[in-house]
C-alpha cells in the first residue's frame, strides 16, 4: 500500500519538496500497528504506554484497532474508532475530548452531513423527515444529481440504518454529535474538521462499479433488508459481536456485501481510508503553521482505523496526499462537467474544511494547504 507522507512531484498548490514535518513519529501503538496482527487484549495499567495511563480506564482498556496515537507533523493525534450506533461511543467521544482537550477535532463527516450534528440523520443537507417514501426520493435526487436508482439506493440504506438504530434506542452518529457538542462549548478556540470524501462523490463512485446486473442485486438486497426486518434481540447480538471485534456497523455491512459485491468494500471503505488518512496530513499541516505543539482527536469508523493507520505508517512508496485525493475524485458522470472538474474537484483535493460557529449558526470554512481560506 502506498504512502501518502511524501510531497515528491504531485500538485502545484503544495510544495513538491519533501517536508519533514510531515514524517510520521510512531509512538508504542502504532509500531504495534504495523504487526501482521492488532492485538485486542486488555492490558494491565504497568504493561499501558505512557500515553495511555492518563486516560479513563474505560479508554485504557481499548485494543489497537479502537485506539490509537500517532504523531504527524508535530501534531499529536488520538485516532479513536467507533461502533455508529452505540451510546458507548458518544461516551467514549466525551471522555476523551474532555481528557485531552485537544486544539481540533477531525470527524468522519463531510457537508453534506453537517444536519446530523443537530440530530437529523438524513444523509443530506434537506431535512426530509416529514416528507412521504416518493417525496423523498426527488429530494435526495435532486440533491445529489445522480440516477433515479441511486437516489433510491441511498433511501433504502439510510432506512435500515435509521430502524436499527431506533430499534437499538439509539441515536445514529451520536458520537459525532456529542463532538459537535464539544466543540460548541469548548473554554478554548478549537478547530472542527470534516474530514470524509463527499457523500455523493463516494456514492456515485460506489454505483459507477457495478455493472447492471450487480446492480440489480444490490437493490433487491436493500429492499429486502427493509421488508424482512430482523428482531430487537438479533440486532443487539449482532452489534455485541461487531463491538467485540473493535469494528463499525457499517464496515461489519459491507465486509458481508463484499463476498458479493467487492469493488462496493473497495469503493465505500479502503478508498476513505485512504481519503481520511489523506485529509488528516493536510490537516496536521494547517495545524503545525500554529508553530506551537497542536493535539487532534480524530473520531471515525472502527472499521477505518487499522486502514487509516498502514496508510500513515506505510513507506513503500511516496505518493503525495494531493495525488491520492484527485484519484478518489474522479467519476465518468463528471469527466466532461466544467464546473466539477475546475471548481470543486480543486476544492476536495486542496482544502482543509472545518466548521466555524457564528451568531445565524455553524457555516463552512474552507482553508488551502497553502495558507489560502475561503468562507462558504
Not at 58 to 81: A, D, F, H, M, P
Not at 293 to 303: C, D, K, L, N, P
Amino acid at each position: 500500500m502506498p504512502s501518502i507522507l511524501s510531497t515528491r512531484g504531485g500538485s502545484s498548490r503544495i510544495e513538491a519538496s519533501p517536508r519533514p514535518e510531515e514524517t510520521v513519529a510512531t509512538e508504542d501503538e502504532v509500531i504495534e500497528a504495523q504487526s501482521a496482527e492488532l492485538s485486542n487484549k486488555t492490558t494491565t495499567t504497568s504493561s499501558l504506554p505512557a500515553w495511555k495511563r492518563g486516560l479513563p480506564p474505560s479508554l485504557q482498556s481499548k485494543g489497537n484497532k479502537t485506539l490509537q496515537k500517532l504523531t504527524l507533523g508535530g501534531v499529536e493525534i488520538y485516532l479513536l474508532g467507533t461502533a455508529h450506533v452505540s451510546n458507548d461511543s458518544s461516551a467514549d467521544v466525551q471522555q476523551l475530548l474532555n481528557c485531552i482537550t485537544p486544539d481540533a477535532i477531525f470527524v468522519e463527516l463531510c457537508e453534506a452531513r453537517i444536519p446530523l450534528l443537530e440530530g437529523d440523520a438524513t444523509p443530506d443537507s434537506t431535512n426530509t423527515t416529514d416528507l412521504s417514501f416518493w417525496d423523498k426520493l426527488d429530494s435526495i435526487q435532486q440533491a445529489q444529481g445522480g440516477s433515479r436508482l441511486q437516489a433510491l439506493s441511498t433511501v433504502l440504506l439510510t432506512s435500515v440504518q435509521e430502524d436499527y438504530a431506533k430499534e437499538l434506542g439509539v441515536e445514529l452518529g451520536g458520537e459525532f454529535r456529542a463532538a459537535y457538542q464539544y466543540w460548541q462549548k469548548a473554554a478554548n478556540p478549537t478547530h472542527l474538521i470534516l474530514g470524509d470524501r463527499p457523500l455523493h462523490l463516494t456514492l456515485i463512485r460506489a454505483w459507477e462499479s457495478l455493472w447492471w446486473w450487480p446492480k440489480i442485486k444490490v437493490m433487491v438486497g436493500l429492499l429486502w433488508s427493509c421488508v424482512q426486518k430482523p428482531k430487537p434481540e438479533e440486532i443487539k447480538k449482532w452489534l455485541d459481536s461487531v463491538l467485540q471485534e473493535e469494528s463499525d456497523v457499517l464496515t461489519e455491512s459491507l465486509n458481508d456485501l463484499a463476498k458479493h459485491f467487492p469493488s462496493l468494500h473497495k469503493t465505500i471503505i479502503s478508498e476513505r481510508d485512504a481519503w481520511l488518512a489523506a485529509k488528516l496530513v493536510q490537516s496536521c499541516r494547517v495545524l503545525a503553521g500554529n508553530h506551537q505543539r497542536q493535539t487532534m482527536v480524530a473520531i471515525v469508523g472502527a472499521g477505518h482505523v487499522p486502514g487509516i493507520c498502514q496508510w500513515l505508517t506505510n513507506t513503500t512508496s511516496s505518493r503525495p496526499p494531493e495525488a491520492i485525493l484527485q484519484e478518489l475524485s474522479t467519476t465518468r458522470r463528471w469527466a466532461k462537467d466544467e464546473t466539477v472538474q475546475q471548481e470543486m474537484i480543486p476544492k476536495w483535493v486542496n482544502e482543509v474544511t472545518q466548521l466555524q460557529d457564528m451568531p445565524d449558526g455553524a457555516w463552512m470554512w474552507a482553508e488551502s494547504v497553502n495558507g489560502k481560506v475561503e468562507g462558504s
